[in-house]
């Protein structure tokens, strides 16, 4: 069965360091990988999706992720953290062609100054 | 495009009234999702439709109920609210064939239940 493991609930960075927030997966088949973005009392945004196009991918707001089918993790980083980064990140599973998508607990990133 | 909808935003049930959450796609989407967050919680999923005329349950179907008559709109019905189902509301829609397969979603639903 899939699952989706962020392996951390909260993560705190001081403001202009880099930013790493942990997904690890595990699926039979080929994910589609994706990191959604939610700030306070906000709905979903996506980041940024993997889809096996290119191992590396860089999303919106100078996130980017790599997939690590080794290590069946899709790490999310970012090399300076702004402010406006602080909100609860998601990581998201799902298999082509099925209804099913697996979402992580979420990490809460704070930010501070 | 607008993406996906969700009237209201905001509503406050007193127990055992009814009410309906709407959820309106542009995109085309076949298959739609409603979600419930709960405070620092992720999301549960409620109800799912692969289609016009296909729903089926997800995870926390109890006390709610849904409908898929056209592509576009997927309503969630709460029959005689309960305090349990104060939370946040998400409408999602995705298109598995289009090879890309990312969920939208919508702004999302505040529902409080006195």
């Known amino acids: 069965a899939q699952s989706v493991t962020q392996l951390d609930s909260h993560v705190s960075v001081s403001e202009g360091t880099p930013v790493l927030l942990r997904c690890n997966y595990s699926?039979?088949?080929?994910?589609?990988l994706f990191w959604y973005v939610q700030h306070p009392n906000k709905g979903l945004q996506l980041l940024l999706k993997?889809?096996?196009?290119?191992?590396l991918v860089k999303g919106i707001n100078g996130f980017e992720a790599e997939f690590k089918k080794s290590e069946t993790s899709f790490h999310l980083t970012k090399p300076s953290a702004h402010m406006s980064d602080a909100a609860e990140y998601f990581c998201?599973?799902?298999?082509?062609?099925?209804?099913?998508?697996?979402f992580g607990t979420g990490t809460r990133l704070k930010v501070l100054a | 495009n607008a993406g996906v909808t969700q009237t209201p935003k905001f509503r406050i049930l007193k127990i055992g009234q009814s009410m309906t959450l709407q959820c309106t796609q542009d995109?085309?989407?076949?298959?739609m999702y409603w979600y419930r967050q709960d405070p620092g919680m992720g999301l549960k999923l409620i109800y799912y439709?692969?289609?016009?005329?296909?729903?089926d349950k997800g995870e926390v179907p109890n006390g709610y109920n849904v409908s898929r008559s056209t592509t576009e709109d997927f309503p969630l019905r709460l029959e005689l609210a309960a305090p349990s189902q104060t939370s946040v509301y998400f409408c999602?829609?995705?298109?598995?064939?289009?090879?890309?397969?990312?969920?939208?979603f919508g702004p999302g639903t505040r529902l409080t239940v006195l």
């Open positions: 999602a829609s995705s298109s598995p064939t289009s090879g890309y397969n990312e969920q939208f």
């Open positions: 699926s039979s088949y080929s994910p589609s």
């Open positions: 993997y889809t096996s196009a290119a191992t």
């Open positions: 998201v599973a799902t298999t082509s062609g099925t209804y099913k998508y697996i």
């Open positions: 995109m085309n989407h076949n298959y």
């Open positions: 439709s692969v289609g016009a005329g296909i729903t």
